[in-house]
Nanobody, 130 residues
Framework: QVQLVESGGGVVQAGGSLRLSCAAS????????MGWFRQAAGKEREFVAT???????????SHADSVKGRFTIARDNAKNAVYLQMNSLKPEDTAVYYC????????????????????WGQGTQVTVSS
């Protein structure tokens, strides 16, 4: 079975940085998009970023507007892993961050429908204090 395991969460002050890691096991996910969602307390789970196999040629990165310029997603196929470098963290970034894998490369559909995600990690807590 496919398992996604996140790590790297923690507590940081505003303006600080964290790097989240997600390692997949059970299957090579090179044809899957791998990315991140987050869910703050009392809020819906929202899209953060993902890497997708586009045009059968290369991976393309997409980031939510709320994190563009601050977060950077990276993919390492050799390690079957995906990372999220988070800089200039803000208190509103506080959430549980979930790794996600998906075959559907349609980002709009991914944002609109949680069912488009095929596999979820268990989440890692990120807390940003002021």
């Amino acid at each position: 079975q496919v398992q996604l395991v996140e790590s790297g969460g923690g507590v940081v002050q505003a303006g600080g940085s964290l790097r989240l890691s997600c390692a997949a096991s059970g299957r090579t996910l090179s044809r899957y998009g791998m990315g991140w969602f987050r869910q703050a307390a009392g809020k819906e789970r929202e899209f953060v970023a993902t890497t997708i196999w586009k045009s059968g040629v290369t991976y393309s990165a997409s980031h939510a507007d709320s994190v563009k310029g601050r977060f950077t997603i990276a993919r390492d196929n050799a390690k079957n892993a995906v990372y999220l470098q988070m800089n200039s963290l803000k208190p509103e970034d506080t959430a549980v961050y979930y790794c996600a894998a998906h075959l559907n490369p349609d980002i709009a559909a991914l944002r609109d429908r949680r069912s488009e995600v095929d596999y979820w990690g268990q989440g890692t807590q990120v807390t940003v204090s002021s």
